[in-house]
Each structure stands twice: as structure tokens, then as C-alpha cells.
């Protein structure tokens, strides 16, 4: 299979390195690491077993990639006003997507684009971190839930599963993508809103007792908004929150993807894992004012 | 009459210098300031006017001072551990006690270790900051709103009101107290949280459309947890808060207290401006959940 990986970051490089490993033909659109990789290949150091790959198919724009049977999306959403341009001359007749993108609004714009028929999205329990040019630190985690965007499971997302499992991702096809993508949510918006507003990790985020129900508070607020979009069955707000926290205690001293945006000054992904959240809430008339306010806190601080 | 000064900070000094230039005899206890001021006297810069007191009759501990009419408190809330240890030996048998000091909870510490009947309280509505040792900034306001810890509109209070009045302090004797405190915490509980969080001045939080909007949230909840408390008449909140916010427009970039604290590395008075007031609004069945989340944060941050 061709894959086409568009926002070559630390989950596009290291999913885009599994599935290559694997035997797939992967082409990257690259930026910062287009030099470092062209000359020394990409580098994975994993938990699970450090790897390079000598040889990577790595582009500066996407006109050199060419049509592909699957795009793979990782650019962080910040950017994207750039998505369907980059992503344009990836598709050809039979081509289909994954946004594997944090937060909401991601599918919506590759299916306005490209067609809701093409469309798939998952969510990534990824903990991986760039490191220096050419290399990504792949600190834990990795298992992927995807599904359609128009629902149901297909026989098309299964197959994409079975593509990730056969390169060594855990993954696992859905057939209520929202639902995926509101649970995800459910962790995001606490633990990459905080980390970001107070620079502290998730391991010092639950160690202060006080910040713990916080984080608690804002899974159960965004477990509600959730709940609210008839999902094909409701999350179990306390027992979804609790097994949560006890997964995240498990991390040792991790920094969230919006935490590292921050120290390297890069923009917040406000919009896709708060903003439209929120309006959807809203929409269904529930309030997240606890969700509200760590935007807003977000949103003036990032004017600082 | 002869007046101590309890914790010389900006306003401690500015309204002790105010006294003692109405021809009122004032002792203050120094500490930062004790050396400057002995040898310098005291330079108030005010937008009032500068002026300077050269003879300063200053202490380094409250022994020296020894009974007073009225000791006038002023220290930081996070140093009330120490508070009725340096008040006791300014207490004689027709001493009051005035204290200026943020948030709830001061008068109740005087009133159980010298008695309610001894006890009074104020807000001071005073943009002040430290200068230089033995220099205070007076950069604007100045109003103190005072009562009895007992209630009631006394001819004591009323005296004092004179008192300041005739020193040039505007001043104004209220019959409900706790109702002037709480009044108080609508502007504190938004203004002094938000900017230490963040480390912007009012100016920079009311700019942004968000934060402005947060700041109104915090305003309501506040009142809502104020009027919970059987005041005498309840606040109007929306009017309140409008009144506020226009107040604060005015102001030029003031950095409220709490910023300057975190600043400079001083502990925050998040117990008397939200922990107390918390309580008792939890104690009424009253939420306040966006001032517990700026508790929370602003207390996982002081761990940074």
C-alpha cells in the first residue's frame, strides 16, 4: 500500500515508520527533518526496541508525492488552513484519508474537501516526542481506535486495523468514531489544558491533591458534553474518569503535546480540542464552564 | 490619639502617613523599611501630592510600641500566624482594632484573642505599591469602607470615619461589614487571582474579550456566594459587577497585589480572599465553581 503522511511530527513519523518497517511503501511531506532525514534516515528510539529506517521516501511539497492509496494526517491542527492544500494532490480516484489529528473539526474539513465517503479518523494514545532532527522518542502507548466518518463499521476500517496490527500498532476499528473521539477528548482537554497553563507535567498535575479533582471535575464536564451528541451508547462518566487517572498516574512525568507547544512557543491547539467541543456542547445545551474557563485561561496567556 | 501600625506594607504606611500628617501620633512596627525610614523619614509619592514625613517614630518589634488607642493592621494575610503575637502588646484596656486586611477571616482572629467588642474591620479601595525602602507609591483611589465585626453602625465607627476623613482619606462607616467585605472580594477574587495566574495587569485581562468575560463569571459567583451570607441587602450582582468593570477600565495598567506577591516570590493570600470565602459560600449550599478552579490553579502554581 502507498501511505501519504502529511504533518511529519512525532506521531506522523513514528506511525508512518511502523507501517514502512512493515514492509509498506510510505512517503513523508517533510519539513524541518527533510535534510537530517534525507542524509541519515529516521531514527525511532522506543520503548519497545529502538529501529532505523536508512532509506525514507521524504518530500518538501506534496506535489512530489503524488497520488496515494491512503493519506495519513498528523499536522497539528493549529495549521490547519493548510490542510486540503497539502493534502489535494494526495488524492486520487480511490484514495481514502486518516486524520489521526487531535480534537474535533478534523474529518469535517477533509470531508467537505475530499468527500465523507473517503473519510476515516482515529485517535492516537500516542507518547512520543520529537527529538533532534531525524529522530522521534517513542516514550510509551501507541494504540490507535479508528473508524469511519460517516459511522458504522466497515470493512474498510477493519482492514486499515489490520494494517496497523500487522506493523506492530496496536489498533482497534470503531464503528462510533465520535464516541473515540469524545473519550479522547476526555483526557486531552484536562491534561493538555493544564499542563500548558502551568507548565507542570501530568505526574505533578495528579500529585497536588487539589489540582487531581480539577482534572476529575473536567473529565466529568467533557464526559457530559459528550453524552449530549447521542452517542451509540453514553460513556460512563466516574468509572471512564477514575480508569483515566489510573492509566495517567501510570505515566511518569509526561508532558502533553500542548504543554511542549507551549516551552517551544509554538501555537495551542485551542480550536480543535476546545473550541469546538465546547460549541458542541453548547449546541446540545450543556454547559462546561469549568472547560470554559481553561480556554479562556489558555486563550490570555497565549497573548502574553 | 495615638495609633500602631500592624504590618507597614503600602498601604500600612500610606495610611499611617496620612494620620500622622493630620497631626495623629502613629507608631509602626517596621521591618523592611525600619532602617530607611529611621534615617530618612518617610516619602510618600501620591497622585495626590508627594510629601515627606522626616520624623517617623518606627519599631522593630511591637514591645516598643506598647499600648495604643488604635492599632491599625495592614499585614499580608499569609503572616497571620503571627498576627495576634505582634498585636498583643499594643492592646491596653480601651485599645480597638481596625484591621485593613484582605479578604475574611481577620477580624475573627482579633475578635476571639482581644474580644469583639474591640474589633473592627475596613476595606481599603487603595492602588498603592512599594517604592524604594522608606518610599511609598500612592497611584491612585484610597477610600477605606469601615464597620464593627459585631454589626451595627456604632458612634465608634463613625469616629474613625472622622478620623480618616479629616486626614484627607475618604471614609465611610458601614453598618454591615461582612457585606462591604464580600463587595470587596468581587473585585479581589477576579482581579487579584487572575492577574497572578496569569501575570497580567487589569488592563491586559479586561482587553481580552475572554478573560473580560471570565472575570464578569467570577464576579457573579462571588455575589452570588456574598448574598448567600443574610446580609442586610443583597447585592445586585449584574449592577455591581457593570460598576466594577467600569471602575477597572479606568484603571492605567495597575498590577493588583496578588501579581506583585507572586512577583516576588511572596506566598498568596489565597486563604483569606478564597478559601474562607469559600467556605462559607459551601456552607450556605452556594458553588462557585470557576473561583475553586483559580484557587486550585493558583495553588498548584505557587508549588511551581
Known amino acids: 500500500m502507498r501511505i501519504g503522511v502529511i504533518g511529519s511530527g512525532a506521531l506522523g513519523l513514528y506511525y508512518g515508520g511502523m507501517l514502512q518497517r512493515a514492509g509498506q511503501e510510505v512517503r513523508f511531506l517533510l519539513r524541518r527533518d527533510l535534510q537530517a532525514i534525507q542524509t541519515n534516515g529516521l531514527q525511532i528510539k522506543s520503548v519497545?526496541?529502538?529501529?532505523?529506517?536508512?532509506?525514507?521516501?521524504?518530500?518538501?511539497?506534496?506535489?512530489?508525492?503524488?497520488?496515494?492509496?491512503?493519506?495519513?494526517?498528523?499536522?497539528?491542527?493549529?495549521?490547519?488552513?493548510?490542510?486540503?492544500?497539502?493534502?489535494?494532490?494526495?488524492?486520487?480516484?480511490?484514495?481514502?484519508?486518516?486524520?489521526l489529528?487531535?480534537?474535533?473539526?478534523?474529518?469535517?474539513?477533509?470531508?467537505?474537501?475530499?468527500?465523507?465517503?473517503?473519510?476515516?479518523?482515529?485517535?492516537?494514545?500516542?507518547?512520543?516526542?520529537?527529538?533532534?532532527?531525524?529522530t522521534v522518542l517513542h516514550l510509551g502507548e501507541g494504540k490507535i481506535r479508528l473508524g469511519e466518518f460517516s459511522g458504522g463499521l466497515s470493512r474498510r476500517s477493519q482492514q486499515l486495523a489490520d494494517l496497523f496490527q500487522a506493523a506492530g500498532v496496536p489498533c482497534e476499528a470503531v464503528a462510533d468514531?465520535?464516541?473515540?473521539?469524545?473519550?479522547?477528548?476526555?483526557?486531552?482537554?484536562?491534561?493538555?489544558?493544564?499542563?500548558?497553563?502551568?507548565?507542570q507535567d501530568v505526574t505533578r498535575l495528579l500529585n497536588d491533591a487539589r489540582c487531581r479533582q480539577l482534572v476529575e471535575e473536567l473529565m466529568l464536564e467533557v464526559v457530559s458534553g459528550g453524552n449530549a451528541q447521542g452517542l451509540s451508547e453514553p460513556i460512563d462518566g466516574p468509572a471512564f474518569a477514575a480508569q483515566l487517572l489510573h492509566f495517567t498516574d501510570q505515566m511518569?512525568?509526561?508532558?502533553?503535546?500542548?504543554?511542549?507547544?507551549?516551552?517551544?512557543?509554538?501555537?495551542?491547539e485551542l480550536e480543535a480540542i476546545f473550541q469546538i467541543p465546547l460549541q458542541q456542547a453548547a449546541a446540545r445545551g450543556v454547559e462546561m464552564p469549568?472547560?470554559?474557563?481553561?480556554?479562556?485561561?489558555?486563550?490570555?496567556s497565549e497573548q502574553a
Open 48 to 99: 519497545n526496541g529502538d529501529f532505523h529506517l536508512p532509506q525514507i521516501q521524504g518530500f518538501a511539497n506534496p506535489e512530489q508525492i503524488g497520488p496515494v492509496d491512503m493519506v495519513l494526517v498528523g499536522l497539528k491542527t493549529f495549521a490547519n488552513d493548510q490542510l486540503i492544500e497539502l493534502t489535494r494532490p494526495l488524492v486520487g480516484p480511490e484514495t481514502c484519508l486518516l486524520t
Open 101 to 134: 489529528q487531535n480534537g474535533l473539526g478534523n474529518e469535517d474539513l477533509l470531508a467537505e474537501a475530499f468527500g465523507a465517503d473517503r473519510t476515516l479518523g482515529g485517535v492516537a494514545f500516542l507518547c512520543s516526542n520529537r527529538g533532534e532532527p531525524g
Open 177 to 199: 468514531l465520535r464516541r473515540a473521539r469524545w473519550e479522547k477528548l476526555v483526557w486531552n482537554i484536562p491534561f493538555n489544558g493544564l499542563s500548558a497553563l502551568l507548565n
Open 252 to 268: 511518569d512525568h509526561y508532558q502533553p503535546s500542548m504543554q511542549l507547544d507551549r516551552q517551544a512557543g509554538r501555537p495551542l
Open 290 to 300: 469549568r472547560t470554559e474557563m481553561l480556554l479562556s485561561l489558555l486563550h490570555a
